[in-house]
């Protein structure tokens, strides 16, 4: 590998001319020959995010690296993903193992690994770049190609589970300048009708979580239709009651069932935030360090005929806040074992992809795997008007480099710097 500039330019084009199923072998054998590498592999996470998958590897003639799948607990994967941090340790007498996140706009693809003859700071910013460049290739391609969609699969898909799915938002994390957001979305054993949305515009953000009763098929088919007819309304400017009247009468009008529902939306020139309540649980709300639920005025469910018109309420939202989003099987049998406000309060600092991670996970296990119904958990972190851009990967990229300082050739095992993603903590307003 010759100088500071590794060839995005010439990846990225490389990647464009292969077909969609095979870019990221055209990504990993380019990263080999550039970087000197014995092993590169790009691992996939899982559907559930309790697992990795090795999606593509390109080997020297010792490589070692025979694994399909990988448990994420406990594993140093975990580490780099949680803490959106690149990991470094000696791998031999001479190499290293390098592993950096891949991510998109704080939602975690998976990881991408390598051994090298070298890792210096030039070496590892070049490292955390083409992670960065990967994370982007995947997003694009994965739109081709069932490929990715194969590979998360660890577990049998069920029709309702695979209508769900497609319901919900093609990444589960997203950041702003202004806000970050991510949901999770535990399925019961049969299926019960969760989805959670989010999407952006110029001047707005729009969130919603919805539960369609029922369970199976019904509810899958319920939960589109309720989801269609919001995210329409949305797509051609409706506002937020309007959002709600449109999606209340598709169920009267199809005579499906019924479902409950909150929108929220906000502004994002002036913070201001609106929402809408259809019989669902109130959202809890973080703020310096008190969680509290929200005193919302809730009208009945989309699908059940009302004289009263759905109710547009005030949401006083301040830079730092923190608001959950749930549905009932967050809180319903088993699952009502687990303290979310504790949950909630104790996990403030985590970033909220990670605090979704946390509370999804004590609900699961709470219910040893097995639920009644879906359990459905969106994060919203709100950092302010004042912020013009988030924290993007370059600049963490190169405070990375400014931080390492003079890196020796042999590393500490066990090293872990600063990677070219979104970072692992909840960002304070500046």
């Not at 960065?132 to 898909?157: E, K, N, Q």
């Not at 515009?201 to 589109?224: C, K, N, Q």
């Not at 958990?377 to 480099?401: I, K, M, P, Q």
């Not at 070219?420 to 909840?426: E, K, L």
């Amino acid at each position: 590998m010759d100088g500071d500039v590794w060839g995005l330019g010439d990846v990225l084009a490389e990647a464009e001319d292969a077909s969609p199923v095979e870019s990221v072998d055209v990504v990993a054998r380019n990263l080999q020959k550039r970087f000197g590498a014995t092993c590169v592999s790009f691992l996939f996470l899982d559907l559930i995010g309790e697992e990795l998958v090795r999606l593509t590897t390109v080997d020297g003639a010792e490589s070692g690296h025979g694994e399909s799948r990988i448990g994420l607990r406990g594993s140093v994967y975990e580490k780099v993903l949680r803490s959106q941090r690149l990991h470094v340790e000696p791998d031999g007498d001479e190499d290293h193992r390098v592993i950096s996140p891949v991510t998109n706009r704080g939602d975690c693809v998976g990881v991408l690994e390598m051994t090298l003859p070298s890792a210096d700071e030039a070496v590892l910013r070049q490292v955390s770049e083409a992670a960065h460049a990967l994370a982007y290739i995947i997003v694009t391609d994965r739109r081709f190609t069932d490929l990715y969609h194969c590979g998360r699969r660890t577990t049998p898909t069920s029709l309702a589970a695979e209508i769900q799915h497609q319901l919900l938002p093609s990444a589960a994390c997203c950041e702003a300048a202004q806000f970050a957001v991510a949901g999770g979305l535990v399925p019961a054993d049969d299926i019960g009708g969760d989805t959670y949305d989010y999407a952006l515009d110029r001047d707005t953000l729009h969130v919603s979580i919805t539960d369609a009763m029922g369970h199976d098929t019904e509810s899958a088919l319920l939960a589109t239709l309720l989801l269609g007819a919001l995210r329409g309304a949305r797509r051609v400017g409706c506002d937020i009651a309007e959002q709600a009247r449109r999606a209340h009468r598709a169920l009267l009008h199809h005579d499906r069932g019924i479902a409950t529902g909150q929108l929220l939306r906000i502004r994002l020139d002036d913070g201001s935030a609106q929402l809408v309540n259809a019989g669902h649980p109130r959202p809890l709300r973080l703020r310096d360090g008190v969680v509290e639920e929200l005193p919302i005025f809730a009208n009945l469910p989309f699908g059940v005929a009302s004289p009263v018109d759905y109710r547009v309420q005030e949401v006083d939202l301040r830079p730092g806040d923190r608001l959950i989003m749930l549905t009932d099987g967050m809180q319903e049998r088993t699952a009502a074992e687990v303290d979310l406000a504790a949950l909630v309060r104790d996990s403030g600092d985590f970033h909220p992809r990670e605090t979704v991670r946390a509370l999804v996970t004590a609900v699961r296990e709470a219910c040893r795997g097995h639920l009644q119904d879906d359990a459905t958990v969106l994060c919203l972190d709100w950092y302010g008007t004042h912020r013009t851009s988030r924290h993007t990967d370059a600049e963490e990229a190169e405070a990375f480099a400014t931080r390492l300082g003079g890196v020796q050739r042999t590393l500490p095992r066990g090293l872990s710097a600063t990677g070219g993603s979104s970072g692992a903590g909840r960002r304070p307003p500046s």
